[in-house]
């Protein structure tokens, strides 16, 4: 293994918000990411950050990351929520993927949350196929549902 896993640092926003860019472009939504360097670095390390984050770097640059927070199940307790998981593509391969994957997990875990929980794009099928490798449970019977802020001011403005 020639690459390291770490926690990210303010320093490694900006490769964290390119690979996040990368990753919109795959899923084939180039023109998603409204967020900024400035908002990854208020959100994630503030007194109360809203988000962790695995990095894997090699060679000191940034080839893949791992974000995720807490969140409340109702019939779990305390769960974490995998944001998302993304190697750049001409690292993938090399076993980052796994590595960011399993150091999540090992959090969840040293830290007693009751689940780690993640969407994955249908048509991704090297990463179910993955996911399902690990023992994970793919639920296809479940649909995930958004509310974007456009239609969020729409709902609430005609309530």
Known sequence: MDFIIRR???KDMQSVLDLITELAVFEKEPDA????????????????????IFVAEQER???GIALFYERFSTWKGRTIHLEDLIVTKNKQKIGAGKALYTAVLKYAYDHDYNRVA???????SNAID??????????????VVQMNKENLAKFIQNS
């Open 118 to 124: 993640w969407e994955v794009i249908d048509w991704n």
């Open 8 to 10: 990210g640092q303010v």
């Open 130 to 143: 993955f996911y399902k490798s690990t023992g994970a449970t793919y639920l296809n019977d479940w649909s």
């Open 33 to 52: 990411v409204d967020i900024s360097v400035d908002d990854l670095v208020k959100d994630g390390f503030s007194e109360n950050p809203k988000f962790k």
């Open 61 to 63: 640059e940034i080839i």
